[in-house]
Structures are given as C-alpha cells and as structure tokens.
C-alpha cells in the first residue's frame, strides 16, 4: 500500500483510518449499562473489547489484525459471539430486531461498497448505537498517505452529519486535482488536528441515512469547494507533528518520489535503505 510515511508512521496512518478514537472508546465502556447487550459492527481488525458480539467479514481467528484497541478491558465476545458475513450482501443479518441494546460501527462506512443497507441493519438489530466514520477534513486534505491526492486511497465515502442522520456523497476522482476543494496540505512538518480528524454521530431508536445523489458535475464541484473554504476557516486546523529534522527530511524525500511517480512500497524502503 502507498503511504505518505515510512515505518512506524505508515502503520500508524493505517491503524488510525480504521479503528474507535481511543478516548470515545473509553467513554463508551464507562457509560454503557454492564448488562446491555453490545455488538460491534465491522470492527474485526480491531474490535470494540466491550462488544459482546462481532459482526464482520473476517473469520474470529483472523480477528485484531490491526491490534487491540488500547483500553484496560477484556473482550466480552467470544468465537461463539463472532458472526462472519457479507455485510452488504443485502441479506437480513441473522439476528432478530432490537436484539441489541447498542451498536457500535467504527471507521466502516467510508469504505464499504453499501453503506446504506449497512445503517437499515444497524437501525433494525440495535435500540441504539455510536458511528464513528473520518471526518471530511481528512478525507478533503493532501498528504494525510500521499502527496497528491486527498485522504485515504481506499475510502469511497464522503459522510456528513445532521441531526437526524447520515449523507454519504460519494468521494470523486475530480476531487483531487482541484485545488479549491482542498482543506489542507500537511507536508512535511503538519498533521490535521485529531480533534477534527473524525466524525461521530450517536443515534436512539433509529436514524436517517441518505445518498446524495450528484450528476451535475459544476454542482458537485461548487459544494466540494464550500466546504473546503469553511473547513480552512478553522483558527486550529493543523498542528505541528513533532517530528525530529530527520524525520522530516525522510518525509520529505519520501513525497518527492511520490510526486513523480514512484512506488510508495519502492520508496519507503529506498528510503530506508539510505537511512541505514
């Protein structure tokens, strides 16, 4: 996979695209009522330890791929509470209705290829729930990976909150090489804010989930650029990233080769190699 860092960083990029924001975790473990019934919606690379059931794509002994999530609590599922299916496969996933008293989904709407079924499932097994997605700030900015196009390769999804649900936008290629549709360019020396870096939504009883369908390309563009505009309006949009001279001139070769061209896989271990 091409990333915008190398090592350690990479990793870290990768974990923090698709796991629950630590301290919303946290909060979720300490509010949740020790006998409500908690599923984890498509959390397998690192599920919610609260959860007593998991529903994901990968099987229960592929699970945590990504690690543990890191809170002082024991995971409540178990190999029996583990249910491996397509979750967009437009199946009715085999629980019955309110089965749950909560749902978690963290940082799987943004990438899948149906997220409108997965929130009419959502709504229909759980009482209630907590939805995690990357904020549009991410998904809207350079060099979150890579030097040239915005937010993470693999999300297809751009979500907006309103009080009564979700819009999901689909995330286009245009958006990449215009220039006013951009929040941020982080370089070498900035990261986004975590405090703007996600976007939550909790819901009770159920909530709206639409796709905004766009076919004017002018339209489409023209609200790409609004929000841009607003989002680097923020007086603490970016902060430093800490990283030593080093670090940064590593980053810095590593983009110049991405920017011409080269294998982000090629180019991490070049500059590795060079580093040694």
Known sequence: MCSAGTGD?????????????????????????????VVDVGGGAMPFPRA?????????????????????????????????????????WPFPDKFFDFATCSHLLED??????????????????????????????????????????????????TPEGLIFRHKPHMLHVIRDSIVASLGVSRLLNPKHSILTFE???????????EFDEDAMIEELCAFAFQARGLPDLTISNGYSLAKRAKRLVHFRRLRTGGNGRAARSKTRDSAG
């Not at 990793?11 to 473990?29: G, P, V, W």
């Not at 997605?133 to 907006?160: C, F, K, M, T």
């Open 203 to 213: 819901w009770s009883g159920g909530f709206r989930y639409v796709e905004k369908l």
């Open 52 to 92: 007593d059931y998991v529903i994901d794509a990968l099987p229960y002994d592929k699970r945590a791929s990504l690690g543990e999530l890191d809170v002082s609590y024991k995971p409540r599922f178990t190999q029996d509470t583990w249910c491996q299916v397509d979750l967009c496969e437009r199946r009715p």
């Open 9 to 37: 960083e990479a990793r870290s990029h990768n974990r923090s695209s698709r796991t629950m924001n630590k301290e919303q975790a946290e909060r979720l473990i300490r509010e949740l009522d020790s006998n409500a019934r």
């Open 112 to 161: 899948i290829r149906d997220p409108i079924w997965v929130c009419s499932e959502l709504c229909r097994v759980a009482k209630a729930g907590y939805i995690e997605v990357p904020s549009r700030i991410v998904e809207q900015s350079l060099g979150v990976e890579h030097p040239n196009y915005a937010g993470y390769y693999h999300h297809r999804w751009l979500v907006d909150a």
